[in-house]
């Protein structure tokens, strides 16, 4: 693996932020796509960064804080009274169940060294990471090992905060109907048999399409298409809720929704500039172009909102924010101001009509627009990365010129994201059918009129 040849921050790789590793990649004497990293293994600092250490621990604490509170408030503002405490539970124990995934067996499957489509277990219950609390890691072995600031804890706290939000995305594709017991069972397999393995497919230096040179600088791939996709299969397989159709369904509660849609915007900063996994001019260029997106999204949905239904909503406001900063996630660490403004504004505009003219024209009740929301735009993300993804933001010093968009980045970027639709949903579809068979999946039609609720937790909000 090529790697980067000097320690200075602004010109060295960082965390899972590997796009960069393409150019580098084809210096190699094969010809092989690979990333590279903040330094040579040989060149692996002696003592952690402070600087660098903490702004990624202030990141973590900013993409926790988008599940919890501000996933649970946004989901919850969406949904109707019966269904608000249900529905903030689901994304409250999706972040305890996370946690406790990723420490036995997630992180180990998503970055333990394995092969090509996934880890080992190396690092079961997280062994040997303890023993190296105090100092830098390295990811990988050989001539592909990738040498970090940073100590381990804090890398596979930040990834466990993404693995955390992914399942938490997809409830709101089968809110207010899917069992709590058929949503715990869900998001254990999901985690272990979905979610580990395309994250080491992407951002390890072993992963098949982290080899294939494809750019995703924070999750495009691997949390917004894998979600969506999913929330889409779920929404599918559940059925529509009853009612849907003919009965009122208007959200119980906006100003929660606001309050939450305004958490994730703020925390992901944490998200796009955390994941330049330094503190340095890639994390600033990340996060004035999340802020550019969102901005240019939200007034992107509210015209096409405006000119189609006469007015623009709140609901549109805080839909196209997400859509924004959905679409510009895998963008984020190689794209300048103006390419992240046209991404935003036709994030806005597929956004708008995934959630609106696609969901109705193909009939299946994706509740909170997981899909039309995160799988929309996050393809649209995915494939503007490879049109516009701009050199000397991704160059290091064996790789001068960088990753340019181009029509073969383009075409790299396609296979990634075909590849990930393909295998999430066919591998989605199968877990469903398992966990129906072992807990069910959907209340009946008696504990869903009544509201989740009563009739799972026993509680009302008032």
Known sequence: MTMTMTKNKETTMRPHMRGWAMAAAALTTTGAMLLAGPALAQDAPATVDTGDTAWMLTSTALVLMMTIP?????????????NVLGTMMQSFAIAAIASIVWMVAGYSLAFGEGGAYVGDLSKLLLRGVAENW????????GDSAVAFTIPETVFLMFQMTFAIITPALISGAFAERMKFSAMVLFTILWLLVIYAPIAHWVWHPNGWIFGLGALDFAGGTVVHINAGVAGLVAAIVLGKRVGYGTENMSPFNLALAVIGASLLWVGWFGFNAGSAGAAGGRAGMAM?????????ATLAWLAAEWMGKGKPSVLGAISGAVAGLVAITPAAGFVLPVPALIIGVIAGLAGFWGATALKHWCGYDDSL???????????????LTGFFAYGPLSATAAAPEGVAGSTGQFLIQVYAVVATFIYTAVATWILLKIVDVIVGLRVSEEEEREGLDVSLHGERIG
């Open 70 to 82: 501000g996933l649970a408030l946004f989901y919850s503002g969406m949904v109707r009274k019966k």
């Open 134 to 141: 105090d100092k830098p890691f390295t990811l990988g072995t």
């Open 288 to 296: 004035l172009v999340t802020q550019i997106a969102a901005a240019a």
């Open 369 to 383: 627009d997981a899909f039309g929301v995160h799988g929309i735009c996050g393809i649209v993300g995915a494939l």
